[in-house]
């Protein structure tokens, strides 16, 4: 074989490595996919109450978590039994410049700027998922 088949060989099969890596890449961020989606938080295990939704480019992350009295007699005492997730990971706000990637059922949400942080979520059925923290989350719409 000549140098110059090796050369024309060894630049296809970097040129085809390149377009494959490229692909792929682009097959793992699925913010696009996201637009709409919405994912509440069902799990009690934690002193939060987690919504989770992009719409129009935005991605909200809500905390609507309000302690209040119980009816029922029962004391706080009785409810922090429940609390086993006292660190979260996610922080509320508004963000324009985030990304969703995904890896098989794995989606990792991606923020940037101030502040910037990621958290990922495991798709354990077709409308749940439980996030890095343990906190369990559902939707009522499908994603693949």
């Keep these: 074989m000549s140098k110059k088949t090796v050369v024309i060989l060894l630049g296809g099969i970097l040129l085809t490595l390149i377009l494959v890596f490229t692909f792929l890449q682009k097959n793992n961020n699925v913010t696009a996919e996201w637009e709409g989606f919405y994912l509440e938080q069902t799990s009690k295990t934690s002193f939060t109450q987690y919504a989770i939704e992009s719409i129009d480019g935005t991605l909200e992350i809500k905390n609507s978590f309000i302690p209040s009295p119980r009816i029922d007699g029962s004391t706080k005492e009785d409810f922090n039994k429940h609390i086993t997730i006292t660190e979260t990971k996610l922080i509320p706000g508004e963000y ?49």
């Design 96 to 144: 324009k410049k985030y990304s969703v990637l995904k890896n098989k059922d794995t989606y990792t949400i991606k923020v940037k700027g101030n502040p910037k942080f990621s958290y990922t979520l495991n798709k354990v059925a077709p409308r749940k998922y439980i996030g890095e923290d343990g906190i369990e989350y559902t939707t009522s719409l499908y994603l693949e």
